[in-house]
């Protein structure tokens, strides 16, 4: 056996050992037990649940942004029809986003786990640019043509921008993410 790896072995049992000295006595010192050690494994199914309920939610904010927005609006009598489809669409996007953090933060911080809305809301709004520029690259400013083929492309193309807020989301929340 060489010396690195008889070193590395006996750093690691002196590791254990230290831990395992160290953590009745910090759960004497506390009154409770010690949290775990590190940051929390990444669970598939937690990251698929953020990942459906962050994509779903930030549908739902959207609408519900939409439609708050319009009512509002009708109730201004001298509102132009076009600057309440705007804000409209602008509190509608606002509401996906936040909807979308929203949704991946909860799921996040189920059972012993927690991390930060702030996180989540940032990688919101990195899977958003991230989206437009998929969405300019692809398209630029040209009007798609009809037919069948690029109606599948577009729509696969949809899918996976309406995906990517979420996925930013959960990426943020993820690398905030620390037990309770």
Not at 85 to 112: R, S
Not at 163 to 179: H, M
């Amino acid at each position: 056996m060489s010396s690195h790896v008889l070193r590395d072995r006996v750093l690691a049992v002196a590791t254990a050992v230290a831990v395992c000295c160290a953590a009745p006595a910090a759960a004497q010192v506390s009154g409770g037990t010690p949290p775990p050690p590190g940051r929390p494994d990444l669970e598939p199914a937690r990251i698929a649940g953020e990942l459906v309920v962050g994509a779903y939610a930030g549908i739902g904010g959207y609408f519900a942004g939409r439609f708050l927005a319009d009512e509002a609006f009708r109730l201004i009598p001298t509102a132009h029809e076009r600057t309440r489809e705007d804000a409209a669409f602008v509190v509608g996007v606002l509401g996906a986003g936040f909807a979308t953090a929203a949704g991946v933060t909860a799921i996040g911080n189920v059972g012993d786990q927690t991390g930060s809305f702030q996180a989540s809301l940032i990688g919101t709004g990195a899977g958003v640019l991230a989206g437009v520029f998929i969405n300019q690259l692809i398209y630029g400013h040209a009007r798609l043509p009809r037919g069948r083929e690029s109606s599948r492309i577009r729509w696969l193309e949809a899918s996976l921008e309406a995906l990517l807020p979420s996925i930013g989301a959960t990426i943020g929340f993820n690398s905030s993410r620390r037990f309770k």
